[in-house]
């Protein structure tokens, strides 16, 4: 055996020879922790899972159908199949049949048009409308005539604006 060997714990000892069954021989020695941490981690999350399944049955005791229906739903549950080749083939040349944007002919680096970018313009302005002069007029007016030495607090009534909404628009992409 190597040097430091003799004091690794039996499940180390496992994934160590594991590991070099594998054909890997050059690993940092917290590879093995890891391994182990994972595999305790795996095993508690099984025997939990098996104990629900056993309690849900109305046994006592968990048999080996709770660690097998257990180990079966966590392996549905974590690792998902890729699709067939001929789906991904087919879904494939259906999005190659679009074609590509041209691109604007200038220096630098070519960019699709505007209209095809995220960077185009689609955001709305709030414009407010410009009060009429004659109501501008009146304003002026009542302020002029308010006394300046009166007691009273000088308010002054702001003319309601209402504002005008602009917008752009957005030009819808055709697939």
Avoid: C
């Avoid at 922790?33 to 968990?62: C, M, N, P």
């Avoid at 308010?155 to 209402?162: A, D, G, V």
């Amino acid at each position: 055996m190597a040097e430091g060997e003799e004091d690794l714990p039996r499940d180390a000892k496992i994934v160590k020879s594991l590991l070099k069954s594998m054909g890997v021989e050059d690993y940092e020695p917290r590879v093995i922790h890891q391994f182990l941490e994972l595999w305790y981690r795996y095993v508690v999350d099984v025997l939990t899972d098996a104990q629900v399944y056993s309690e849900h049955a109305g046994k006592q005791t968990i048999d080996r159908d709770d660690v097998k229906l257990a180990i079966q739903s966590k392996v549905n549950f974590s690792f998902s199949q890729p699709p067939p080749r001929e789906v991904l083939l087919e879904l494939a040349r259906n999005r190659n049949k679009i074609p590509l944007p041209k691109a604007i002919p200038g220096p630098g680096i070519p960019l699709p048009p505007e209209q095809e970018t995220l960077i185009s313009t689609n955001y709305q302005f709030a414009i407010p409308k410009k009060q009429p002069a004659q109501a501008m007029e009146e304003t002026e007016e009542d302020e002029e005539s308010v006394e300046p030495n009166s007691s009273q607090e000088h308010k002054t009534e702001m003319p309601q604006t209402s504002s005008q909404r602009v917008s752009f628009p957005l030009t819808k992409r055709s697939k």
